[in-house]
Nanobody, 124 residues
Framework: QVQLVESGGGLVQAGGSLRLSCAVSGRIFSSYAMGWFLQAPGKEREFVAAISRSGSSTYYADAVKGRFTISRDNAKNMVNLQMNSLNPEDTAVYYC?????????????????WGQGTQVTVSS
């Protein structure tokens, strides 16, 4: 069984930074494309960033491009999301997700496994 556990969320002032981490257990981590999604109150889940199985390719939503960086460590079964220049519009629950059998994925329908989410709150 595959399990994803996020950590690193919290409260930060606008302009600050947070680093989210996601630990993955189960099958071989390098077989999964990984992604981060967010869900703000009353809104649908949105794509934030994705990284390919090898880590050689990344893709970002326009709203976070230049501010967020996704990375992975296949030796440690971890994927991270470095978030800089945060603003109140980034406030949401952030989810880590794993997609099996694809090299790269930006749509939630491709993801098979999800973490429980971690809250990020950015105050103005």
């Amino acid at each position: 069984q595959v399990q994803l556990v996020e950590s690193g969320g919290g409260l930060v002032q606008a302009g600050g930074s947070l680093r989210l981490s996601c630990a993955v257990s189960g099958r071989i981590f390098s077989s999964y494309a990984m992604g981060w999604f967010l869900q703000a109150p009353g809104k649908e889940r949105e794509f934030v960033a994705a990284i390919s199985r090898s880590g050689s390719s990344t893709y970002y939503a326009d709203a976070v491009k230049g501010r967020f960086t996704i990375s992975r460590d296949n030796a440690k079964n971890m994927v991270n999301l470095q978030m800089n220049s945060l603003n109140p519009e980034d406030t949401a629950v952030y989810y880590c997700a794993a997609a099996d059998g694809v090299r790269f994925a930006t749509q939630s329908l491709w993801y098979d496994y999800w973490g429980q989410g971690t809250q990020v709150t950015v105050s103005s």
